[in-house]
C-alpha cells in the first residue's frame, strides 16, 4: 500500500507498506538467526501430502466418507497457512525527497499483521497532515538517515 502525503509544512511525503515473507534481523536478533530457508515448510508440505494419499488410498471402498469432514479437514488445513500469511511482519516507510531548503527525511518501522499495518499506515498518513511529522515517539516509525 502506497499514499503520498502533503505534510503540514507543505512537503509531499510518500508512505509505504510492504510486506517482509522472511523477518528481518535485528540487533539483538543477528546470532539466532539461523533459519533453515523453505527447506522446513516444503518438507512439512510434502508429508502432509504423502500423509493424506495414504489415508485416501488405503481407505476401503466400502467406506462412506461424509461431505462435512471433508470440508472440516480442509479448514482445518488451510487455516494454518493462512494465519502464518496474515501474522507476517510488515516494513512501514515514510520518506520525503531533498528540497533546497529541507534535507530529505526516511523514517522505518515493523508492525506484525496485515490490519496492523494498514492502520499504522493511516496513522503516519494523518500524522503528517497534522504535525508534519510521521510519528511523534508512540509509533514504530524511527528516522534513518
Known amino acids: 500500500m502506497t499514499r503520498v502525503v502533503r505534510g503540514a509544512d507543505g512537503r509531499m511525503w510518500t508512505v509505504r507498506s510492504n510486506v517482509n515473507w522472511s523477518e528481518p534481523a535485528t540487533a539483538q536478533e543477528f546470532e539466532h538467526d539461523v533459519a533453515a530457508g523453505q527447506v522446513a515448510g ?20 466400502a467406506v462412506v466418507v461424509p461431505g462435512w469432514l471433508v470440508f472440516a479437514f480442509l479448514v482445518l488445513l488451510l487455516a494454518l497457512p493462512v494465519q502464518w500469511a496474515m501474522g507476517r511482519s510488515w516494513t512501514i516507510v515514510a520518506e520525503t525527497p531533498p528540497l533546497p531548503d529541507a534535507p530529505p527525511e526516511r523514517w522505518v518501522g515493523t508492525v506484525h499483521g496485515v490490519m496492523l499495518a494498514r492502520q499504522e499506515t493511516l496513522r503516519v498518513a494523518r500524522s503528517l497532515q497534522r504535525d508534519a511529522i510521521p510519528d511523534d515517539g508512540r509509533g514504530p516509525l524511527q528516522p534513518v538517515n
Do not use: D, F, G, S
Open 42 to 61: 516444503v518438507t512439512m508440505l510434502l508429508v502432509v501430502v504423502a500423509l493424506v494419499l495414504i489415508v485416501v488410498l488405503w481407505t476401503p471402498t
